[in-house]
C-alpha cells in the first residue's frame, strides 16, 4: 500500500480559494488512481473526484464541478487539489484516497489507501 499525507487545509473565506496536497510515498505513486474525499461534521465521507493514473482523466461530484480541479505530478509523488469559489457547505475534513489503476474512475468506491485528513473551514 502507499501511504499518504495531504496538506494545505485551513480557514477561508466564502469565494476564496485553496489548494490541497497529496504526497505519496514509494516508487510506484503512478501505478494508482488518486481521488479526493470529504466529510463534514455529523455526514458521512463523500467522493469529491479522481483522477486517472497518468492524470489525462478526471471525475467530480455535481457538487464541486467547475469549482474544484484535481491535477497529479507523478514526479512527484503528488496530488493536488485546488478548490475556487469555496462556500460555507465544502468545511470539512477533506481526505486524499489512492486506488489501483485498473480500477475505473467513475466507480467511485474501491479506494483501499488513506491519509489522515486536513480540515477546510469556509466562513460565510
Known amino acids: 500500500q502507499v501511504q499518504l499525507v495531504e496538506s494545505g487545509g485551513g480557514l477561508v473565506q466564502a469565494g476564496g480559494s485553496l489548494r490541497l496536497s497529496c504526497a505519496a510515498s514509494?516508487?510506484?505513486?503512478?501505478?494508482?488512481?488518486m481521488g479526493w474525499f470529504r466529510q463534514a461534521p455529523g455526514k458521512e465521507r463523500e467522493f469529491v473526484g479522481d483522477?486517472?493514473?497518468?492524470?489525462?482523466?478526471?471525475y467530480y461530484a455535481d457538487s464541486v464541478k467547475g469549482r474544484f480541479t484535481i491535477s497529479r505530478d507523478n514526479a512527484k509523488n503528488t496530488v493536488y487539489l485546488q478548490m475556487n469559489s469555496l462556500k460555507p457547505e465544502d468545511t470539512a475534513v477533506y481526505y486524499c484516497?489512492?486506488?489501483?489503476?485498473?480500477?475505473?474512475?467513475?466507480?467511485?468506491?474501491?479506494?483501499?489507501?488513506w491519509g489522515q485528513g486536513t480540515q477546510v473551514t469556509v466562513s460565510s
Open positions: 484516497a489512492a486506488k489501483h489503476y485498473s480500477l475505473s474512475i467513475y466507480e467511485t468506491g474501491n479506494f483501499g489507501s
Open positions: 514509494g516508487r510506484t505513486f503512478s501505478t494508482y488512481t
Open positions: 483522477i486517472s493514473w497518468s492524470g489525462s482523466n478526471t
